[in-house]
């Protein structure tokens, strides 16, 4: 690596701690208080090292005994007056140890405790932001990920930035004041002899230096591995019927080992670096230590010295250790934090879908224009809508027709403004649908599909979901009468109180597809899209919906993506595609007639479910 390339590294690092640290300032009245916590602590542990020249020196000659910072406080606070020195250390000492012990005590828990709310208000704040941001991010974005990886983002990533922003620095806050106050007292008592101990900072340094390198890549390694295991369970335990059926534990059981060894050896590679670095430091220690009880054993130095001074000095040194061997730990934690953060903040900082449009319309009449429409997904260079161009009248059911992959669906999604064309226009009662603000243009659609959508809640909220919670209970009871769902929610045990399982689990196909028309219905958008809303169901369950279709169709826009015959031949007018572009247009009974490409998939029974 290059002097320019490290620089950059150190200033990225520093970039993203800066801009992590922006997450704490809203709690330094929490972050405050733990500093002065961990003062308090690290004081303590230069007042117990100072006790034992109070201690040691009461054993020697009287005027020694208040040299030291703790002696000199005793004595200020309750002078000796007539006592002998042993007879007020027997006293002034155990209380001092006590007093000390408690203060010290109590520093450490309100700098841990204090900088624990930091952490978890920097974890809740990460991972709502993190949330709002994927809810509003475009659509493909969402199609270039994985739902795992995205998971393992708000969990995994999001912890181990949350380590970095606030439990590194409660390591370095207790451990870094106690190392500065272990320092100043030493150099208050001998600063010659305190530079022999310091001499082996630069050592340190460099060893902390090249591990924390080690580190960062390693833990970049550790996050891609967790999203890949996130992604795998996932995607296992939620098609556990495909996977008995076709005997596919095996396959599966491998595929989840191989993501989760491959995390497994990162993690040991990352332990191994942290482990060697510690006895590293440890014996840089030791060295220094040794050096120190050689100089300071010096005669010469010696002349300069109570034996309580010096003993004071060695344990002060001593106590080095163990914070500096913390500190140098903690590098493990802020690298695996600073790369975790790379991540989140690249996807914090992705831009939400586009809404420049101003135009508020209360409800459309419907007339949807494409003109000459062209789209290509990201990272595909074949079109799959091409020069496209239709006019679907307010009131009209168009019903879309063509081979799997024609590009139904895409329509369907570029008229939700999911995507943006790449050429031509899409317009909303003479208007390009782009001038409109999104919500405001969300608002006049309504899509019923055959991947249904409920949640984990109530029916209730099912229903009247997003902005359509807090309507009266009797407009979502019309709503399901509407939808023919009324009756079987009167049979669930709590009624529109009822919880529904995950994806709606406990309810068959059609109960849940008649769910999501009563939704429908409450929303009365005027332009409704049906996506295969009856691909998934058996004849039975599918005439229920029909029926319950049929009326929500009724004076609106509807654009119907075509599976079933009876679907298509209660259209007025059918638009065949086929790879994208318009080659057929008329009724049911034109085309027929007509033996093009729709008489031929209708003599097939137009059975191909699509996915285009």
């Avoid at 030291?68 to 155990?94: H, K, M, N």
């Avoid at 005590?105 to 994927?134: I, W």
């Avoid at 890949?228 to 396959?251: F, H, K, M, N």
Wanted: contains cysteine.
């Amino acid at each position: 690596m290059t002097v320019e390339m490290a620089v950059v590294d150190r200033l990225s690092d520093r970039a993203l701690y800066k801009r992590l640290l922006r997450y704490v300032l809203p709690y330094s009245g929490a972050f405050t208080l733990s500093i002065l916590g961990f003062m308090l602590y690290s004081a303590g542990n230069v007042l117990l090292a100072d006790l034992t020249q109070f201690l040691l020196d009461a054993l020697g000659e009287p005027t020694q005994a208040r040299v030291g910072i703790v002696a000199s406080t005793a004595d200020f606070l309750w002078p000796v007056a007539e006592q002998s020195t042993l007879d007020y250390a027997r006293v002034a000492v155990p209380i001092a140890a006590v007093v000390i012990s408690l203060g010290r005590a109590l520093g450490y828990f309100a700098g841990t405790y204090f900088m624990n709310v930091v952490a978890r208000s920097v974890v809740h704040t990460l991972r709502t932001e993190l949330f709002d941001v994927l809810l509003s991010v475009p659509r493909y974005y969402h199609d270039s990920q994985t739902s795992g990886g995205l998971v393992s983002k708000l969990t995994f990533n999001v912890e181990q930035v949350a380590g970095a922003a606030s439990d590194a620095l409660k390591v370095i806050l207790r451990e870094g004041l106690t190392v500065l106050a272990l320092v100043a007292y030493m150099l208050y008592l001998n600063w010659k002899l305190s530079l022999v101990f310091f001499a082996v900072a630069p050592a340190i340094g460099l060893v902390v230096g090249v591990v924390g390198r080690h580190f960062r890549r390693y833990s970049r390694r550790i996050q891609d591995s967790m999203g890949s295991v996130t992604q795998v369970s996932s995607e296992t335990l939620g098609a556990l019927d495909a996977i008995r059926i076709y005997s596919a534990e095996q396959q599966q059981s491998d595929r989840f080992f191989s993501a989760s060894a491959f995390n497994r050896n990162q993690s040991l590679k990352l332990a191994f670096v942290q482990a060697v670095s510690t006895p590293i430091i440890q014996t840089l220690l030791a060295i220094a230590l040794g050096a120190l009880f050689w100089f300071a054993l010096d005669p010469t130095i010696l002349a300069g010295f109570s034996a309580g001074s010096l003993v004071a000095f060695i344990t002060a040194a001593a106590q080095m250790g163990k914070p500096i061997r913390t500190l140098s730990g903690v590098q493990s934690v802020i690298q695996r934090g600073l790369a975790a953060a790379e991540d989140v903040f690249a996807q914090l900082d992705v831009d939400p879908e586009q809404d420049q449009g101003s135009v508020i319309v209360d409800r459309a009449r419907g007339e949807i224009t494409f003109t000459d429409v062209e789209f290509c997904y990201p990272d595909t260079t074949s079109a799959a809508i091409d020069t496209f161009t239709l006019t679907i009248e307010p009131g009209e059911t168009l019903a879309l027709v063509g081979r799997s992959g024609s590009g139904k669906s895409t329509l369907a999604q570029l008229l939700l403004r999911f995507y943006q064309p790449r050429r031509g226009k899409i317009c909303l009662d003479g208007l390009d649908i782009e001038r409109y603000q999104l919500k405001a243009y969300r608002r006049q659609l309504a899509v019923v599909s055959q991947h249904v959508d409920l949640f984990s809640d109530t029916v209730r909220n099912n229903i009247a979901f997003g902005e359509l919670a807090g309507v009266p209970d009797s407009a979502i009871e019309q709503a399901c009468r509407r939808a023919h769902a009324w009756d079987f929610i009167e049979q669930l045990p709590r009624g529109l109180d009822t919880m529904l399982g995950d994806g709606g689990a406990g309810l068959s196909g059609g109960q849940r597809q008649r769910l999501v028309i009563a939704r429908a219905f409450l929303k009365d958008a005027p332009i409704l899209i049906l996506d295969e809303a009856t691909s998934a169901l058996d004849n039975e369950s599918e005439q229920q919906v029909q029926r319950a279709l049929a009326e929500i169709t009724a004076c609106r826009t509807t654009l119907v993506i075509a599976h079933r015959l009876s679907t298509i031949e209660q259209a007025d007018r059918v638009a065949v595609l086929d790879n994208g572009q318009l080659v057929e247009l008329g009724a049911h009974a034109e085309l027929i007639a007509k033996d093009g490409l729709y008489a031929s998939l209708y003599r097939q029974g137009l059975g191909e479910t699509d996915q285009s």
